[in-house]
């Protein structure tokens, strides 16, 4: 199976990425940061389209974990941050499903 996880660099993407690498799929996280790891590493900004959008062309699963760390003081600012972020990132790996999965159930379309 190919799955690709965006955000998956932290703790929970990268407990996720093991465990299914060690069941034998190809994985592909999407992250901001590069970095030496068993699977592949495509570079996303959570924002824009870019190259990675070819990760998801032939995978089976997308997970997203993507958004700002919760692990900061709850300032407004930094709340606005955490849900922005999570909500770009939502709303660009839907569109992208919306333009290009053609199965997609009606009810998870945006």
């Not at 955490?82 to 660009?92: E, F, K, Y």
Request: glycine content about 10%.
């Amino acid at each position: 199976m190919r799955i690709v996880i965006a955000g998956g660099s932290g703790q929970v993407g990268q407990i996720l990425a093991r465990h299914f690498v060690a069941r034998g799929d190809s994985v592909t996280v999407l992250s901001r940061r590069p970095q030496g790891v068993p699977w592949r590493v495509a570079l996303w900004d959570g924002v824009s389209r870019g190259e990675w959008v070819s990760e998801l062309e032939h995978s089976d699963v997308c997970i997203n974990l993507s958004g700002r760390s919760v692990n900061c003081r709850y300032s407004k600012r930094n709340r606005r941050e955490i849900l922005d972020s999570r909500v770009n990132s939502t709303l660009l790996l839907g569109g992208w499903c919306q333009q290009n999965c053609v199965s997609l159930p009606r009810q998870l379309a945006y």
